[in-house]
């Protein structure tokens, strides 16, 4: 026989405690519902299933209870419940997953009773069993990753970037990805963090910008256009005042022209020893190299650096993009930084792209480009020419 699930409840409300008592058990549940943050503390065991927390009580409060649930290490499913608001409702939800805590939906005041149900419903459900397990993590030599840099061991994909407003493919992403000879194909998570702590990412980066520059004339359209290359930069390499000369060489070795070439610099690249980089990104523009800011939004202190970088283009995190149909804030940081971007006179490119919902948000909000699997996963060289064939013959593109 299955055993009768726990639900655990605190809120302010003696009526709103009464409410979710009555609702839990009326669908089968067990319901300890409280007003007072020491009964809640006592009444938390390990057979709880489910929590909902009021965030605004007057002795202890929502985010006080998150802290020491936090410092407990609950692993409980929390519900957060409150009047006072979205935006505080999501921040309190961001404060409780930085304490690891598991936020598993919001109810806002005052909500109605079938809200209520499906709620319970949803979270109280026996968990379904996994039906994959989970990737295990690599294990690397050091010898091997030496190896993998001196021996080119290497290759790029490329993940297409769309022009919203005519469709057509204006660019290409170069991601890197480790053709191992023994183990296969290597993602960049499993050897990008280590190839930064043997000091060997700045190599690595030379190799994708050899590679990237050979290949991209390949990807002409019918016209002869070649489309932009974008490729990351590593934050050693805007610390090294030779860099823009360096780059510029390899260009022009290939025989693109640096307006075609675009650098992506993180956020968290920006503002470390910003005199170097300050120097190496206005002698990269000078040259015509483009300058794209990646993950734009996730780092701390960009708006204050932002108006002195010399880039041409603003990349949206995913992060924002996949969630803004369901949260404000991230709506927001979307819409804002594409108004931001223009402003600035740059270019705005949304990453993580997967719906036509999502596209059809940025292209209502203007902004220019947009990257993802709704158009592509990316590609080896290859698969990426007969899908380019494909796509330029559908949508009527030469």
């Not at 009768?4 to 009555?22: K, Q, T």
């Not at 991230?330 to 949304?350: C, F, N, P, S």
């Not at 080896?380 to 007969?386: G, I, K, M, S």
Request: hydrophobic residues 40%; proline residues 5%.
């Amino acid at each position: 026989m299955t055993s009768i699930r726990r639900i655990l409840v605190i809120d302010d409300d003696d009526d709103i405690c009464e409410l979710i008592s009555a609702t839990a058990e009326s669908m089968g549940l067990h319901c300890i519902a409280t007003t007072e943050a020491a009964v809640f503390l006592d009444a938390l065991t390990p057979d709880t299933a489910l929590i909902m927390l009021d965030l605004v009580m007057p002795e202890m409060d929502g985010i006080e209870l998150l802290r020491i649930l936090g410092q407990q290490q609950c692993k409980v499913g929390i519900i957060l419940v409150s009047g006072i608001g979205k935006r505080i409702m999501e921040t309190a939800r961001e404060l409780a997953l930085a304490h690891g805590l598991s936020v598993v939906g919001h109810l806002e005041k005052p909500f109605e009773l079938e809200d209520l149900e499906a709620i319970l419903k949803i979270n109280t459900q026996p968990a379904a069993p996994l039906v994959s397990r989970p990737r295990t993590k690599l294990v690397i030599e050091d010898t091997e990753l030496y190896n993998a840099v001196e021996r080119n061991q290497f290759i790029l994909y490329y993940q297409p970037q769309i022009d919203i407003p005519t469709g057509r493919v204006a660019g290409l992403e170069a991601l890197v990805r480790w053709q191992h000879p023994e183990r296969g194909l290597i993602f960049p998570d499993d050897f990008i963090p280590r190839l930064e702590g043997l000091g060997l990412i700045d190599r690595l980066g030379w190799i994708v910008a050899n590679r990237g520059l050979s290949e991209v004339s390949k990807f002409k359209d019918k016209d002869g256009v070649t489309p932009m290359l974008s490729m990351n930069v590593s934050v050693t390499s805007l610390h090294d005042l030779k860099f823009p000369d360096t780059m510029a060489a390899l260009i022009a070795k290939h025989g693109v022209s640096p307006k075609k070439v675009i650098l992506e610099i993180t956020e968290s690249g920006l503002i470390k020893e910003l005199t170097h980089t300050l120097d190496v990104l206005t002698r990269l523009r000078l040259k015509q190299v483009q300058l794209s800011i990646d993950d734009f939004g996730t780092g701390y202190s960009m708006m204050q650096q932002l108006q002195n970088i010399p880039a041409t283009e603003l990349k949206i995190d995913k992060s924002f993009v996949q969630n803004m149909h369901g949260r404000d804030s991230d709506r927001v940081m979307v819409q804002k930084t594409i108004e931001i971007g223009h402003e600035l006179g740059m270019k705005v490119i949304a990453e993580g792209v997967e719906t036509s919902e999502q596209l059809a948000f940025l292209r209502s909000n203007g902004c220019d480009l947009a990257q993802g699997y709704l158009y592509s996963r990316p590609l080896p060289v290859p698969e990426l020419l007969v899908w380019l064939e494909s796509y330029r013959a559908r949508h009527s593109i030469v």
